[in-house]
């Protein structure tokens, strides 16, 4: 079954731009991941946000959670070409052993 | 030194053959996983082992079989192949079963004709 739904499903900036993706989700959670994924490549973990927890920081990149309605969001500041990838949120259903991923999102920044 | 290799990156087959995807990690990881990718990206697990353990099998075909001859080789074997098969199968591995972070593999195209 397909938890995470990701949003937009494309997203196209200039470099230095902020980019902003969503994910939103059914069942309650106990923590939520994001990943990056190169074309022609392996997903790579980019930050786990637990239930308890509200925003995340990690470079350039910003996590929100809002557990009350089930979303997540991915802030990637000043972006460069080399962040053009897709992004997948991935959670683990009703706290199961699970580890659901959502569509993902495609990331073009243009230099 | 590579973490988690599989092999071979491409495979391109008859339909009905019988195919089989290597997945190795040298992290020391207890859990192991095949995720199948689609043409639309879409990731889904089709099975989990810990510690060569059986954890997850989400109903998948049984034409499809993992097997896990030690907690750091996951193998998937396939047989009588369909062209709904084509797809990027991912391996992947973590410390625990308990949905840490997951370290993939590079992928294994497989191409049915």
């Known amino acids: 079954s397909q938890q995470g739904e990701e949003d937009p499903q494309a997203l196209s900036i200039q470099e230095g731009e902020n980019a902003t993706m969503n994910c939103s989700y059914k069942?309650?959670?106990?923590?939520l991941q994001w990943y990056r994924q190169n074309s022609g490549r392996g997903l790579v973990h980019l930050i786990l946000?637990?239930?308890?927890?509200r925003e995340k920081h990690s470079g350039r990149l910003r996590v929100t959670l809002d557990t009350s309605k089930k979303s997540s969001s991915l802030l990637i500041t000043a972006s460069r070409a080399a962040d053009t990838a897709s992004y997948f949120c991935?959670?683990?259903?009703?706290?199961?052993?699970?580890?659901?991923f959502g569509k993902g999102t495609k990331l073009t920044v243009n230099p | 030194d590579t973490a988690v290799s599989q092999t071979p990156k491409y495979l391109v087959t008859q339909m009905g053959n019988d195919k089989s995807i290597k997945c190795e990690q040298n992290?020391?990881?207890?859990?192991m996983y095949w995720y199948k990718q689609d043409s639309k990206k879409f990731l889904k697990i089709m099975f989990s082992?810990?510690?060569?353990?059986?954890?997850i099998n989400e109903t998948v075909p049984n034409r499809f079989s993992p097997k896990s001859p030690d907690k750091a080789h996951l193998n998937l074997h396939i047989n009588s192949l369909e062209l709904g098969d084509s797809a990027v199968y991912f391996c992947?591995?973590?410390?625990?079963?308990?949905?840490?972070?997951?370290?993939f593999g590079e992928g294994s195209r497989l191409t049915v004709l």
């Open positions: 991935a959670t683990d259903e009703g706290g199961s052993e699970k580890l659901v």
């Open positions: 946000i637990r239930s308890n927890e």
């Open positions: 082992y810990n510690n060569k353990e059986l954890i």
């Open positions: 992290l020391g990881h207890d859990t």
């Open positions: 992947a591995s973590s410390s625990g079963h308990n949905t840490g972070e997951l370290f």
């Open positions: 069942t309650s959670i106990n923590n």
